[in-house]
Every structure is written in C-alpha cells, then in structure tokens.
C-alpha cells in the first residue's frame, strides 16, 4: 500500500498551486482530478484576459492554465486524471482512504480538498431541439474570441460571466444583444456601468423562447425573444451564447464518509486557514467557505499555502507553521542560475 503525504482532490489554480507548494515543503502529493485536463474552471474562459493576479500582467486563460499547470508540475506529483473522488474515509490507523468512482482506492497521510464547485458543466438553455446547434452557433463558453468577429451575437444571462462577455465581444463582434430575464443586472458595478454605457442592446425581462433553424437545419438563423405576456419578438443573429450558471456534481462532497460540514451551498465549512471538522483534512480555493474568502484566483493561492503550511504540521507536528520563502529550493537551482546569468550579462 503506498501511502502519499498529502493527497490534493481537484487540480484546478488551488489544487494545482498546493501541488507546487506541498512541494516546496518537501511532502510528496498525488493530483487527483476528474476531468480529463488540469485547470479547473479557467478552462472555461480561454480567451478571457484575466487582470486581477497580482503580480501577473493580464493574461490570457489559457496562458494563465498553461502556467499554473507547469508550476503545479514542478515537483512531479503522481496525477491521476479523469477520476473523480466519491469518497473519503479516515482508518483506524489515521491513513485516509481515497475512493475514486471507478473503484481504485489511494492513501495518504493529510487529504486537501480543492475540488471547487463540484465537477462543473454550462447549464444548458432549456429551449426544445437546442441541443443540434451545439456544433455550430449555440455556445456555452467562449473558445475562441475569432469567432465572433464581425457577427451578431446574442448573449443570454445576467450576471458576471454574461456582462464580462458581452463587454469583451463589444469590440470583436459586429453587435452585441444582451437578453436578460430580471430587470437589473447581477455583476460587478464597474462591468455593469461599462456595459450600460456601451452600445450594447439591453433586452431586459426577456428570455430566449424559440431558436430557429435556417434552411439547413444545422444552425440558428434567428430567435424568438419573449418578454412577459407580450408576443415573441424575433431577431437575426449569427451566434447564440448562453451564461445560465452550471450545473455541479458533487462527487465526494455529496455523500462522504466523513463529517466534513457542509455549508448550505455544499462548499466545506473550514477555518480562514483551511482547517476542516477533521483533522488531517484541509481545504482550499472555491472549496471552502469562511467569512472573508475571496472567491478569485488570488484567494484560492493564499488557500493553497495555508492548508499546506496546516498539513505539513499535522504530519510532522516539529516542522514549522509558516513556510520560509521559497527561492532557494534545490528544484529551482538550475532555473535561478539561468536568470542570475541573464541579470549579470543585460
Ligand atoms: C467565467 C468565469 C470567469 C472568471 N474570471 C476570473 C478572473 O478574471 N479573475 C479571478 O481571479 N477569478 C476569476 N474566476 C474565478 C476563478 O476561476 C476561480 O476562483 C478559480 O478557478 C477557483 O479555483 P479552484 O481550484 O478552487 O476551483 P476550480 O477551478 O473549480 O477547480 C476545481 C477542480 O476540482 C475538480 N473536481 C471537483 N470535484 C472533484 C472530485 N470529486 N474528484 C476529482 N476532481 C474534482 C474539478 O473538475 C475542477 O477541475 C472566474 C470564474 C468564472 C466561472
């Protein structure tokens, strides 16, 4: 039986950044994660550019993943993909035990649980026969800004992934229809004040009642927009992009073993610094809930150290709380004298 120090559940910005710093801290980890890539929900906004990391210029999601995954790999974690945790169990021995859906079981000695909001999936506009035009203009993220370029678009939802869009596709598509079924919109102020200054067409108390096919049949010619009791109005467009929320499975959060204390919401009541009801069991990122979490990509960073920083304690209680600053690693060696190099000879 091999049994790993700390065994992260979620390789998302929080799973990925506690793999690295389990590393600074001299623990061996293995990544456990259910989809069949890294990156969590970043994954979701590839071409959104992100801004507020510090420290990091704005940088494109997939740039962002692409990093993050290299800085999670830096110190070779096992990485288990397309295995979702469906349970956790603590053994008399105090070893957890790790069940995956498919059956495999793994140990370790301290779990961090950084599975976000459950395996997610776009909820899916609930409109009959929507499901054909997936594959060519209905759309649930933003995969490549190109093509949107020079088209109309309408932009279903009302809150914070549907106003950044519709801000971000002012520019790149010929216009931008935002149908919104509350009378106000649920974002941040500054992208909702943007974006009612824009030349963005507000359809509020509207919601998508019919899509209709062109002549192929293969792809959306035009919508039927309905606004309370009043008749559909229908609208040309080139593409379709729905921001409903998503859909979770909760894996392990659902039903486990262990009294993890669940927030209403499902998320893991834990302490600011990653603490859980169970001992040995820490968690991090948009996992956990505690007043005062930031629910951004800074916060699930500073998750990350603390609930290593806890686990590395719990294993060996004679190490130190905080970690030490982290530049002088023997894995950095080689990468610190190219850049010493790099300053001395510019
Ligand atoms: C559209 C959108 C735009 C955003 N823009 C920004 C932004 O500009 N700046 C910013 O700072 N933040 C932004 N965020 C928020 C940011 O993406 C999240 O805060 C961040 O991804 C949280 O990271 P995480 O690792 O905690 O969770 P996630 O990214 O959700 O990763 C969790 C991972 O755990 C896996 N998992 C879940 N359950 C299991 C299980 N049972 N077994 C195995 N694996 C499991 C999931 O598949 C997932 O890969 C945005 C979010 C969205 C949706």
């Known amino acids: 039986m091999e049994v790993r120090d700390v065994t992260i559940i979620g390789g998302g910005p929080a799973g990925l950044y ?3 710093y389990s590393g600074v801290r001299g623990m061996n980890v293995r990544l456990i994660e259910a989809q069949s890539e890294l990156g969590g929900k970043v994954r979701l906004y590839p071409e959104k550019v992100i801004w507020d990391v510090g420290g990091v210029p704005p940088v494109t999601g997939s740039d962002f993943c692409r990093q993050i995954i290299q800085q999670g790999l830096t110190f ?10 469906v349970d956790i169990k603590k053994r008399d021995d105090d070893v957890f ?4 859906e498919d059956g495999r079981t793994f ?3 301290a779990v961090i649980a950084a599975a976000g909001g459950g395996i997610i999936t776009p909820q899916r506009l609930q409109v009959d026969g929507a499901e054909r035009f997936e594959i060519t203009n209905l759309h649930y993220t933003v995969q490549s800004l190109n093509t949107f370029r020079d088209k109309t678009v309408l932009i279903s939802g009302g809150g914070n992934a549907a106003i950044d869009w519709a801000n971000m596709l002012e520019d790149v598509a010929r216009k931008v229809i935002l149908s919104c079924r509350n009378e106000t919109l649920k974002a941040h102020e500054s992208e909702v004040d943007k974006l009612l ?28 927009l309905k606004c309370g009791t009043e008749a559909g109005k229908i609208i040309d467009i080139d593409h379709v992009l729905v921001n409903h ?19 209403e919401n499902q998320q893991i009541a834990a302490t600011a610094d990653g603490r859980t009801n169970v001992k040995g069991l820490y968690a991090a990122g948009d996992v956990m809930q505690h007043e005062g979490k930031l629910n951004l990509l800074a916060g699930a960073f500073q998750d990350a ?18 970690g030490k600053v982290s530049s002088h690693n023997e894995v950095f060696a080689a990468r610190n004298a190219a850049i010493k190099r790099s300053i001395i000879t510019t």
């Open 18 to 20: 506690t793999a690295f």
């Open 197 to 224: 200054c824009s030349s963005i067409d507000c359809q509020f108390l509207t919601s998508i009642q019919r899509l209709i096919a062109d002549e192929s049949g293969t792809k959306i010619d035009r919508v039927e």
């Open 107 to 109: 140990f370790s000695k």
């Open 245 to 263: 929320g998503y859909e979770r499975e909760l894996g392990f959060l659902k039903e486990t073993s262990l009294a993890l204390g669940l927030t």
């Open 305 to 322: 150290g603390n609930a290593v920083n806890a686990a590395k304690q719990y294993i060996d209680p004679s190490a130190q709380s905080k």
């Open 97 to 100: 035990e790790i069940t995956a």
């Open 76 to 85: 070779d974690p096992v990485v288990e993909l397309d295995t979702t945790v």
